[in-house]
């Protein structure tokens, strides 16, 4: 069997977390790296974004990160990804209406994002970036987390520049702004284990397909998901500790800002403990004398705006975490 220098430099990176096993080295072949092999090009975007010379630019940029990034994905990361991308959808560890799209590698390098998830909904799609991780080194995974708190801090969150609806049949292709995203990590163990049950569904083993649908590590994964949303949602309020720094555009918000925080579940009801209804009078009637906001700043992602994603996000998956469990205790 002849490798490519890629996976030449991913098998022998993979040596320092140990030996791919048998199951997960023909998981690899058959499964994951054809994954890879899909990821979608700038140049299908041509609908999306017909300028060519940005185009470019943009390949550029990516060729360029590619020189100076010495470390590619690891064997056993791709594995983690393709698992994730095929059984969301397919074992709907997110819910039956979630959806999973595998970026381009600009956004992947640029935007710091390997999958994105689409919430198919009635009042419209809701998305969630997620970057991928089999790092054992907690500093790597603090790294991570560290530059998505940066991004919340500012209101900034994530954009991804090239992405293809699967719910959105009258614009698939779009630019997403300021959407939420997650870290996601899988233990050794819990990796290994669902690499084996997919190994088992290559074969066609039977049972195997039930196998994954049922496997805890969907509840793993929605847990870190809604944890990682609660601490946003903090973080986002603990920028409106002191009232009189919010500023004049914020004084329709304010209201429905603390209505979202008394009715979130706790630990984050508990950053709204010091919101009493005297306070919040005293700052609508400060602010309804202020003049509205330059109309140049109502497109910037403001921390209300932030949160208001983040909220959405987490109760999605905070009622499809719920379901599972349910299913998984009557299993």
Not at 38 to 63: M, Y
Request: overall charge negative; cysteine-free.
């Amino acid at each position: 069997m002849t490798l490519n220098p890629e996976q030449m430099f991913a098998r022998e990176h993979s040596r320092q977390e140990g030996e791919l096993s048998e199951k997960e080295w023909e998981v690899n072949l058959q499964f994951a790296q054809p994954y890879r092999k899909e990821e979608p090009n700038i140049d299908d975007f041509k609908e999306l974004n017909p300028d060519d010379l940005d185009r470019q630019r943009d390949k550029q940029k990516t060729a360029g990160l590619q020189r100076r990034d010495v470390a590619e994905k690891t064997e056993r990361a791709v594995i983690l990804e393709a698992l994730l991308a095929e059984h969301i959808e397919r074992s709907e560890w997110m819910g039956g209406n979630a959806y999973t799209f595998q970026t381009t590698e600009f956004d992947d390098r640029i935007n710091h994002t390997d999958l994105v998830i689409e919430f198919g909904r009635p009042e419209g799609g809701q998305y969630l970036a997620i970057d991928v991780t089999t790092a054992k080194d907690r500093e790597v995974q603090a790294r991570k987390r560290e530059r998505i708190d940066q991004e919340v801090d500012i209101g900034k969150l994530t954009t991804i520049k090239y992405f293809e609806s699967q719910t959105d049949d009258e614009r698939p292709q779009k630019t997403l702004r300021h959407i939420p995203r997650a870290v996601i990590h899988v233990s050794p163990e819990a990796l290994k284990r669902i690499t084996e049950i997919q190994y088992d569904i290559l074969q066609k083993k039977k049972g195997a397909n039930q196998k994954m649908a049922e496997d805890p590590v969907q509840i793993e994964l929605l847990e870190q998901i809604e944890n990682q949303m609660t601490e946003h949602v903090i973080r986002i309020l603990h920028n409106f500790r002191d009232f009189k720094d919010v500023p004049a555009r914020f004084k329709q918000d304010v209201e429905r800002l603390i209505d979202i925080v008394r009715h979130l579940p706790a630990p984050a009801h508990r950053a709204a403990k010091n919101f009493d209804q005297e306070e919040i009078t005293e700052i609508m009637e400060r602010m309804l004398e202020a003049q509205e906001g330059d109309e140049e700043t109502q497109d910037y992602l403001t921390p209300y705006r932030a949160l208001k994603k983040i909220s959405a996000i987490r109760r999605i998956v905070r009622s499809v975490k719920e379901e599972k469990q349910e299913t998984l205790e009557q299993t």
